[in-house]
């Protein structure tokens, strides 16, 4: 479970989250987390996602968003957001 520090982000156990779009993140076991979709609009998570558009291009594997870093940096990255 994940701590309070961290209660904006969780896990996705229903389809579709209102006000968020599903991504994965990991290098090798990937997680599908909820990401607000304010978080478009911060400098750090746009280095993000050019991180994945130069790993990935537009073919993410698992059909969504792919962050190609370890869940515990892109959690301690986005709790500064």
Do not use: W
Request: include cysteine; glycine fraction near 6%.
């Amino acid at each position: 479970m994940l701590s309070r520090r961290y209660a904006f982000l969780f896990r996705l156990q229903r389809p579709k989250s209102k006000g968020h779009f599903a991504v994965y993140v990991g290098e090798t076991e990937r997680k599908r987390f909820a990401v607000p979709i304010s978080y478009l609009k911060h400098h750090t998570f746009q280095n993000l996602l050019g991180q994945a558009e130069e790993e990935f291009g537009f073919d993410h594997p698992n059909g969504a968003l792919t962050i190609p870093c370890r869940e515990e940096v892109f959690l301690d990255l986005t709790s500064n957001l």
